[in-house]
């Protein structure tokens, strides 16, 4: 089994070697917790080793991407500039779901990543939930009072569509979600964490501020059950 390196040396330790080659691991947590920063220290490691790699983000813009790296001393905007590093920004709100899928379908097709961030599922999952019904509805030429597809379905398989296209091109990825307050599931839809290999989950204690992360899951490999402590330093996360 081939292991790509995670970024943090003691992550690799936990997880065996790194993340399977070819899988796809969400990364989960409140806000906070470091999540970004795991996915952006994961990036630059491939950038360093001369990987063509690619930020898909739904929140920020592509400057705050290239300024928080800057902040732990990784510099972007200079492989923005020579072409290895893509990053792609949706504005759901004004954007399709549909348009959102068929543009990293053909981007991913094109830049032939390594490695992709995406940066989170739980909007796109959001946005889904509220507009898949007519725009997916109208992309399967289906009229939804005829045939009655509830909202959950159409996230589904929004989400599920992305993802397995993502998992269909030899890249090792990151899926991003945040736990939102009081549930118990690891996203949003509470279906990517099955559609994923591997499940990390980041924690932070609010009485102590020490920060941890937890493997919940990891389909191609031995890894550690215990969760392990781990800082943010200046030049980035540390175990
Ligand atoms: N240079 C730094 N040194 C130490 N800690 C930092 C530094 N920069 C950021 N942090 C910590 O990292 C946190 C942000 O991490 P990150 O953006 O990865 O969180 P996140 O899990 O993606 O959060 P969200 O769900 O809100 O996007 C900050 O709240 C801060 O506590
Ligand atoms: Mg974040």
């Known amino acids: 089994m081939k292991f790509i390196t995670t970024g943090v040396k003691g992550l690799d330790n936990i997880l065996g070697g790194g993340y399977a080659d070819n899988s796809l691991t969400l990364l989960t947590g409140g806000p906070g917790t470091g999540k970004s920063i795991l996915g952006l ?6 950038l360093k080793r001369k990987e063509n790699v ?15 790296s800057k902040n732990f001393g990784w510099d972007f905007e200079k492989y923005i500039k020579t072409g290895q590093l893509k990053i792609l920004t949706f504005y759901l709100p004004s954007t399709h779901v549909v348009h959102v899928i068929d543009t990293i379908n053909k981007e991913v097709k094109s830049h032939k990543p390594k490695r992709i961030v995406l940066d989170s599922i739980s909007v796109l999952s959001l946005f889904a939930e509220i507009a ?5 509805s109208q992309a399967l030429n289906l009229k939804l009072d005829q045939v009655k597809l509830s909202e959950e379905v ?6 599920m569509g992305l993802l397995s296209k993502i998992k269909s091109y030899d890249n090792t990825s990151l899926i991003i979600a945040e736990i939102p307050e009081g549930k118990q599931a690891l996203s949003r839809d509470s279906y990517t964490e099955f559609i994923c290999d591997g499940v990390i989950k980041l924690k932070r204690d609010e009485l102590t501020g020490k920060r941890e992360m937890s493997v919940i899951k990891m389909r191609l490999g031995n890894h ?8 943010i330093e200046k ?5």
């Open 41 to 46: 220290q994961y990036l630059y490691e491939g």
């Open 54 to 68: 690619m930020f898909i983000s739904f929140e920020d813009d592509g400057d705050i991407i290239t300024q928080q």
């Open 132 to 136: 898949a019904g007519i725009e997916l």
């Open 154 to 159: 159409l996230t589904i398989g929004a989400v």
């Open 224 to 231: 550690k059950l215990t969760p392990t402590k781990f800082t």
């Open 235 to 239: 030049d980035g996360i540390k175990i």
